[in-house]
């Protein structure tokens, strides 16, 4: 088999200049050079031309990148560490399979169903009232702190995943202005069915008619992070299918993951002679909802949400796709609110995908920076369009005792245009 | 290194704070040269009082200790060089003990980073001057351990003028102090500039005591554009002549701009021959701007094609992320670089450029020229690729010839990066025998078994 290696490109012309030391959230918790961009920059380069072995440790400190990008948007000279740091998990895959990885990123989570079956359990978790249970009498404090904080981050759970039971074709409401496909993602569906409920109102709202096909698949993130870009590509292949049958303008999403993963397909296949074109086409439609929103005129809501509020940047949207300006311009639309700035926006929160149980401890301290922040702006509502970021903020917020309303920026928006019940 | 040792340097700051592993150490191999060395261990101590027990251990055993900070140098000052030997990092001492505003001082730990003083003091309404271009990525410890400069030194002078005092461990371990907050001070000799620029070979700085100045509470900046290079080295002292003393004066020529425009877009004509960033400061806003105006006009009837006050702090801010990128970002036009750091007295900038073109044609490789032209610190950067052989021959003469063209001009090697490695052959060359030879009776009677940083500034004699 033909094993794909980082390209001298990817690291050749790093200067060691340490620039990226000052942006990089696990080097400013651990002040230790190997949990650098740099040293991993160091490590890789070593690595791939044989001063160093390509050891456990070495991979794992590849592992240890959040993937928060702050690096690539710094360095002067155009080296990319977090996705050198990508290319060497994947690269490693390569050599070191792993089975869980298979049975995981492709066996499950690529498969809405088989999630939806497997967090069945969450469900009636929630649904039977043990989780209420729990919590008055006070079982969750007898867990080991790890267990507790996932039991936390887990959101109020929704009856049933949102992928059961949206329709496949929402309406305008009144005249049809666009013609958009929604991509739903797997958090979005399985933890924050109502936040994605509520961007398909704004949207329909908006004069969209919005076709949620309910067959993609996993946005290819997940696997991507741990190496198996085979199955990202695989992923990517039948996403394209699902949407060019559409005949759709754009392709929207509210999981800033998806979206930024999403807007690579072209790169990830463009190599690849058949799918090249098709996934660039592809690329080109996606959205994330606060960018398509800001792109098109706006019914100004009626409603008032008299609160204060503050933005904190997911990486994948801030760096992934270049989206800030737009969240912030929508919550400023909603009457009453009070908009304060988050100082440190677009550090990462330290979610990071599974990082936050696979580092726990590094994934807390950046965590505790990003809620001694939030603490300073004093709001009372914390907008922020990543499910990952949402159920990480959520848990240390939760932690400290401290009633802050985690929300997805267009929730808000919907709110303001009256929820459900809203005209 | 035994496992023994180990043991005894983990027993003193925990073993979190001991990195052993071939990646680890692979790590703190390098700094921001192209030099590298791999240490035998690297410890990261809390206190002064750790610092002092490591040096214990490590005089002991005779083994060497390389003081870091975050690993920005540029004259390869940190590196473990024969190889092996204790890193010793300051990076987790990074406390600011004290800013006391009624004597405009600040007491910090070592691995203090320098930008996050200055935001600090001046929240309340002072200023910590000095301003390398790695004031985000290098801490006040390696600032003062190569006597760090910046854009800001023309007005405001480098590091060592802003230390009052300092604590450091010595060779066998006991702890000094020098200086304290009195700003006159002559109470025996000056140690405090001893350690400042010793570059890790006399003691490790762990602890300092800095000196504040008021905040300036108006900034100019204005960028100039011209399409000679001599024009606008001939405008640093038109400038300066006219009595104005600009906070900073920097010079940029075409390549700089080229690159730094590439990696940030942030709007730079690249068809300009040289540019000049100008920056006034002070606490009455209308001489800044006059002075600025000032500047200005001076440029455009010495031959500037345009002459730009920055519109807001935004475009200001830009100007000078842009400044402190041109270093890394030369990387995009050449696989490998060598910046030099010459001082000349600032009357022979036009002089010093123009030869340093001549040897650029002279060897057919590209010297990229900026810096800070306004106290005669250049940074000429020697664009090349290691993997040719001839051109690292080239090099190593043009280097040569580099060296040589600032010494005529009585100026020296190094304005603020340091001798480090990098420089060590050309110290006499620089100094003379006298110089050399006092300085290095300096180190063996604090350093008599030369565990301190060996082989940096002076070659290590057998």
Redesign the interface.
């Known amino acids: 088999m033909n094993i794909v290696k980082p390209a001298e490109s990817e690291y ?11 942006v990089c959230p696990t080097y400013r918790e651990y ?4 949990a ?1 961009p740099r ?1 991993r920059v ?2 890789a380069r ?1 690595g791939l031309e044989g ?3 390509l ?1 456990p ?2 991979i794992e ?1 590849m592992y240890g990148c959040f993937d928060c990008m702050a690096c690539n948007d710094i ?4 080296i990319r560490p977090a996705d050198l740091a990508l290319s060497m998990r994947h690269f490693d895959e390569q050599i070191h399979p792993e089975k869980w990885k298979q049975w995981l990123f492709g066996g499950l989570i690529a498969h809405a169903r088989r999630m939806e079956l497997a967090t069945l359990p969450l469900r009636l978790y929630e649904r039977l009232g043990i989780r209420r249970l729990v919590y008055m009498l006070g079982l969750n404090r007898l867990l080991p702190g790890r267990i507790r904080d996932l039991e936390a981050m887990l959101p109020r759970i929704p009856q049933r995943p949102l992928r059961r039971i949206l329709p496949r074709v929402t309406k305008a409401y009144g005249e049809e202005r666009y013609r958009v496909g929604f991509f739903l993602g797997c958090a979005q569906s399985l933890l924050f069915a109502s936040q994605s409920a509520a961007a398909l109102r704004v949207l329909a709202r908006n004069g969209c008619t919005v076709i949620t096909p309910k067959e993609v698949k996993c946005c290819g993130m997940p696997a991507r992070s741990y190496g198996r870009m085979d199955l990202v590509k695989e992923q990517a292949r039948h996403n394209i299918k699902v949407f060019d049958g559409l005949n759709v303008d754009f392709i929207i999403t509210d999981c800033a993951t998806c979206g930024s993963t999403l807007k690579q397909y072209g790169s990830f296949l463009a190599d690849d002679s058949e799918w090249a074109e098709r996934a660039d086409r592809f690329r080109i439609k996606v959205r994330d909802i606060s960018e398509f929103l800001d792109e098109i005129p706006l019914r100004k809501p009626a409603g008032r949400i008299d609160d204060k509020v503050t933005y904190h940047d997911p990486c994948h949207l801030r760096r992934g796709q270049n989206v800030w300006k737009q969240p912030r311009k929508l919550l400023s639309l909603i009457n009453g609110l009070e908009f304060v700035e988050l100082p440190e926006a677009d550090w990462c929160c330290g979610s990071a995908g599974s990082q936050l149980i696979t580092h726990y401890d590094a994934s807390r301290k950046v965590l505790d920076r990003k809620l001694d922040n939030v603490e300073k702006t004093k709001a009372h509502i914390l907008a922020s369009g990543c499910p990952g970021c949402q159920m990480q903020l959520t848990t240390g917020l939760k932690r400290r005792g401290l009633s802050v309303r985690v929300v997805h920026p267009v929730t808000l928006l919907d709110e303001s245009y009256g929820g459900a019940n809203g005209k | 290194m035994e496992n023994r040792t180990i043991e005894r340097f983990a027993r003193i700051v925990g073993r979190d704070n001991v ?1 052993s ?4 150490l ?9 030099f590298e060395g791999v240490p035998e261990l690297v410890v ?1 101590p809390q206190t002064t009082e750790q610092t002092a027990e490591i040096v214990k251990v490590a005089a002991a055993g005779r083994i060497p200790v390389i003081a870091r900070g ?3 140098g540029l004259a390869a000052g940190s590196i473990p060089i024969p190889g092996g030997g204790v890193v010793v ?1 300051f ?2 001492m ?1 406390r600011i003990l004290e800013i006391d505003v009624e004597n405009s001082a600040a007491r910090v730990q070592a ?1 203090v ?1 320098t ?1 996050a003083l200055q935001g600090e003091v001046e929240k309340l309404g002072l200023f910590y001057p000095p301003d390398p271009s ?1 004031i ?3 801490t006040i410890g390696g600032n003062i351990a190569c006597n760090a400069g910046g854009p800001r030194c023309l007005k405001y002078g480098v590091t060592s003028n802003y230390v009052l005092g300092l604590t450091a461990v010595l060779a066998d371990g006991r702890i000094l102090k020098t200086g304290g907050k009195p700003i006159k001070d002559v109470t025996g000799y000056n140690l405090t500039a001893l350690f400042a620029s010793s570059e890790g070979t006399l003691g490790l700085i762990t602890e300092a005591l800095l000196r504040l100045v008021a905040r300036p509470r108006y900034v100019r900046t204005a960028l100039v554009e011209f399409d000679s290079l001599a024009n606008a080295s001939r405008s640093v002292n038109a400038i300066l002549e006219e009595g104005i003393v600009p906070a900073s004066l920097e010079l940029m020529d075409q390549t700089a701009i080229a690159c ?1 425009e590439e ?2 877009h942030l709007g730079l004509r690249t068809d300009v021959e040289a540019s000049l960033i100008v920056e006034t400061d002070g606490s009455d806003e209308q001489t800044v701007v006059r002075e600025i105006e000032a500047a200005s006009r001076i440029c455009r009837a010495a031959g500037a094609r345009s002459a730009r006050v920055a519109w807001d702090e935004a475009e200001r801010t830009g100007l000078w992320a842009a400044r402190r ?1 041109i ?6 036009k050449a ?1 490998n ?1 060598l910046g030099e750091d010459i001082t000349v007295p600032r009357g022979a900038i036009p002089e010093v450029v123009e030869r340093l073109k001549a040897i650029s044609s002279k060897y057919g490789l590209p010297i990229v020229i900026f810096g800070h032209a306004g106290d005669g610190n250049l940074h000429p950067n020697i664009l090349f690729d290691k993997r040719k052989p001839e051109e690292y021959e080239k090099v190593e003469q043009m280097v040569r010839e580099i060296f040589t063209a600032a010494l005529e001009l009585g100026g020296t090697l190094s304005g603020e990066h340091g001798v480090g490695v990098l420089k060590r052959p050309y110290l006499e060359q620089a100094l003379g025998p006298v110089s050399v030879d006092v300085q290095r009776s300096i180190k063996h009677s604090l350093d008599p078994m030369n565990i301190l940083n060996p082989g940096k500034i002076f070659e290590i004699k057998d």
């Not at chain 1, 050749?12 to 000052?22: S, T, V, Y």
């Not at chain 1, 002040?31 to 190997?34: I, M, R, S, V």
């Open positions: 050749q012309n790093c200067m060691r200049c340490g620039l990226c030391l000052a002040l230790n050079e190997t650098s040293g160091a490590l070593k001063q160093l072995a050891s440790n070495l400190q360095c002067p000279v155009g | 990195l592993s071939p990646e680890d692979a790590a703190y191999s390098y700094d921001g040269t192209f990261l975050m690993g920005s990092c990076t987790r990074n691995g980073v930008s790695s985000r990525h290098s730094i990696a940030m990128s270093s890394p970002s030369l990387a995009r696989p670089k």
